[in-house]
């Protein structure tokens, strides 16, 4: 039996993807379409293909993973370090593009490098020593690159003929940003998101159309399908009204068991494909709500988790970023751009007065030092 109006949570590919321009892939890789056999057939047709980035974010496990990396990382300025460790002010690091904001262009820019392992900014003016003054993101799927004629296996780090849009744009003015090697969440986890968006299907399928609890069994002559259906109106309406029901000798009521959601297991199974998710997205569980048995989140290891949801999941996107942005070609030799991660990464006030405490007594920190930790005015602050 078809449910039409279910499936309409996960699309036909061409129904998703034919008013967007095409990107660098051939083609978009099957997507879900019914949570049945044929599931386990259209994932091994999807092996080196990807699943289009508006159907991924409709899974809610992979939408949070990818606000999470975006709105996390986004967040976090970009510091300039000269050669003796100093900081430099750089416009450019502070916000690159004169058309939207600092949060609003790395945050996309993060998107396409977790999606796609692979970032386009184009350099739109330059300082009056060459360097890169303002940029704009272009969006991975209206970029096309066409492919390095040679077999030299360094050929792999070079960029080609850039088109956004089908404008070429000159090499000089292309930033490219490399992920892993991987190709991206949509690229590796083909089979994690088409099992999840299966399973969403599945649960709205359930809601739309809710599992018969009973069947009506006709001993006697068939009936039109008009009589049909103003029999099972009249056998809903009566049981809105009344408990007790009354059939005649040819009509009999069976109970049916097996087909709720609980006896689906669909809570677990969903938990489960969450669970993927955040491996896919090398994320703790609770990054994405999935629940995991014994374990729950505390005041005392919140500061741990958030040092190692930085170190082992954030950091490898944000080097990506910073190391491009460190090439001689956008920084003066010496310098390197990294994010900045203090005030995320920062103690709490308990934790910060306790070595405060401890340090102070011994001179390693002055009180001015101290003050300048817990964001507290100094006395010559005070007086002016």
């Not at 386009?120 to 003016?125: E, K, L």
């Not at 060459?130 to 050929?155: C, H, I, K, R, W």
Request: glycine share 6%; net charge negative.
């Amino acid at each position: 039996m078809a449910w039409p109006r279910a499936l309409r949570l996960v699309q036909d590919t061409s129904a998703v993807t034919a008013s967007l321009p095409r990107g660098p892939v051939a083609a978009d890789g099957p997507l879900v379409r019914d949570a049945s056999g044929l599931l386990l057939d259209a994932i091994r047709a999807s092996y080196g293909q990807k699943v289009t980035r508006p159907v991924a974010l409709r899974v809610p496990a992979f939408a949070r993973a990818y606000k999470l990396y975006t709105g996390t990382i986004s967040s976090f300025p970009l510091v300039d370090y000269g050669p003796a460790g100093e900081r430099v002010d750089r416009p450019f690091l502070t916000n690159p593009s004169t058309l939207t904001t600092y949060t609003a262009l790395m945050a996309r820019t993060v998107g396409d490098l977790v999606a796609h392992d692979t970032a386009y900014w184009r350099v739109t003016s330059r300082t009056w020593d060459g360097f890169p003054q303002s940029a704009e993101l272009m969006p991975y799927e209206q970029v096309n690159s066409a492919p390095v004629d040679t077999t030299d296996a360094m050929a792999v780090y070079e960029i080609g003929q850039i088109t956004w849009n089908g404008v070429p744009i000159p090499d000089r003015d292309v930033i490219r940003f490399d992920g892993d090697g991987t190709g991206g969440w949509l690229a590796t986890g083909v089979d994690a998101i088409n099992t999840a968006a299966a399973l969403e299907a599945a649960v709205l399928r359930s809601a739309e159309v809710p599992s018969p609890s009973f069947i009506l069994k006709n001993s006697g002559a068939d009936l039109p399908a008009d009589q049909v259906d103003a029999l099972l109106d009249a056998w809903e309406s009566a049981r809105s009204t009344r408990s007790t029901a009354y059939l005649n000798s040819t009509i009999e009521a069976e109970g049916l068991t097996g087909y709720s959601p609980n006896d689906l297991q669909l809570t677990e199974a969903r938990n489960a494909a969450a669970t993927m998710i955040g491996r896919l997205c090398n994320l703790d569980p609770i990054w994405v709500g999935a629940g995991v048995p014994g374990y729950s989140l505390t005041y005392t290891n919140r500061q741990d988790l958030y040092r190692q949801l930085v170190d082992l999941s954030l950091m490898p996107v944000m080097r990506a970023i910073t190391d491009r942005l460190s090439g001689n070609d956008v920084t003066p030799r010496g310098h390197r751009v990294l994010f900045d991660t203090d005030t995320f990464l920062r103690a709490s006030t308990t934790e910060l007065t306790d070595l405060i405490a401890r340090l102070v007594p011994l001179e390693v920190l002055s009180p001015e030092q101290a003050a300048e930790l817990l964001d507290l005015p100094t006395t010559g602050e005070m007086n002016t």
